[in-house]
C-alpha cells in the first residue's frame, strides 16, 4: 500500500498569503492518479485538483498543483477567507486501491 | 446538477449487520464507477471500496479493512448504490460518503452529504 505523508500537520498564515501544502509517497505514484481535496467543517470533501495538476470545474486558479512521482505540492496563491479548511491528497495504485493523506489544516494566523 | 444522497445510517451493536443507499441524479450512473470513502469522527478519510460500472464488468475492490465483511453493489435500474455492511466493529464508526468517480477512476468528483454510522 502506498502511504501519502502530508506536510506541515498545520499551516497558520493571513489571508492574501501563499500556501505551500506538500504529499510525500512512500513509492513512486502516476501523476494522472494523484488528487486533492478541501474539506471545510462539517462538509463533505470537494475535488480542487486531479491529474495532479488539473483544476477540476469550478475551482479559482488561485489554486493548482505541481509535482511528480513521490512529491506532490498544493499551492493557494493568495489566501481568501473562504479558503481555510483541511486540505487532502489522495492517490490511486496499480491494485486500484486509493489512499488518502492525513490532511494539512490551514488555518488563519 | 449531480446529486447523492445516502441514507440507513444509524446506531448499531457490534456484530450486527447495516445496509446503506446513496441515491444518485444528474448524470450517467450506469456508466460510472462510484466509490464509497468513510471519515471516523475527527479522522481523515479512508477508501472503502468501488464498484465499476456493469459495461466494465460491475466488479469490486475492497480495503483491507473491511475485505470480507462489506459488499458494494448496484441497482442501474434505480440509480442506486448500495453499502452492505456485516460483522461491524467499533471501529467501523464513521461518517460514509458516496462518491462519483471521475478521471479513470483517479479521483471522486461528486460527494454526497455522507450518513453517520456508530457502532457502539
Known amino acids: 500500500e502506498i502511504v501519502l505523508t502530508q506536510s506541515p500537520g498545520t499551516l497558520s498564515l493571513s489571508p492574501g498569503e501563499r500556501a505551500t501544502l506538500s504529499c510525500r509517497a512512500s513509492?513512486?505514484?502516476?501523476?494522472?492518479?494523484l488528487a486533492w481535496y478541501q474539506q471545510k467543517p462539517g462538509q463533505a470533501p470537494r475535488l480542487l485538483i486531479y491529474g495532479a495538476s488539473n483544476r477540476a470545474t469550478g475551482i479559482p486558479d488561485r489554486f493548482s498543483g505541481s509535482g511528480s512521482g513521490t512529491d506532490f505540492t498544493l499551492t493557494i496563491s493568495r489566501l481568501e477567507p473562504e479558503d481555510f479548511a483541511v486540505y487532502y491528497c489522495?492517490?490511486?495504485?496499480?491494485?486500484?486501491?486509493?489512499?488518502f493523506g492525513q490532511g494539512t489544516k490551514v488555518e488563519i494566523k | 446538477e449531480v446529486q447523492l444522497v445516502e441514507s440507513g445510517g444509524g446506531l448499531i451493536k457490534p456484530g450486527g449487520s447495516l445496509r446503506l443507499s446513496c441515491a444518485a441524479s444528474g448524470f450517467t450512473f450506469t456508466s460510472t464507477w462510484m466509490a464509497w470513502v468513510r471519515q471516523a469522527p475527527g479522522k481523515g478519510l479512508e477508501w472503502v471500496g468501488r464498484?465499476?460500472?456493469?459495461?466494465?464488468?460491475?466488479?469490486?475492490d475492497y480495503a483491507a479493512p473491511v475485505k470480507g465483511r462489506f459488499a458494494i453493489s448496484r441497482d442501474d435500474s434505480k440509480n442506486t448504490l448500495y453499502l452492505q455492511m456485516n460483522s461491524l466493529k467499533t471501529e467501523d464508526t464513521a461518517i460514509y460518503y458516496c462518491t462519483r468517480t471521475f478521471s479513470s477512476d483517479s479521483s471522486a468528483s461528486s460527494w454526497g452529504q455522507g450518513t453517520l454510522v456508530t457502532v457502539s
Open positions: 513509492q513512486s505514484v502516476t501523476s494522472s492518479y
Open positions: 464498484i465499476k460500472s456493469t459495461s466494465s464488468g460491475g466488479t469490486t
Open positions: 489522495q492517490q490511486r495504485d496499480t491494485s486500484l486501491s486509493w489512499t
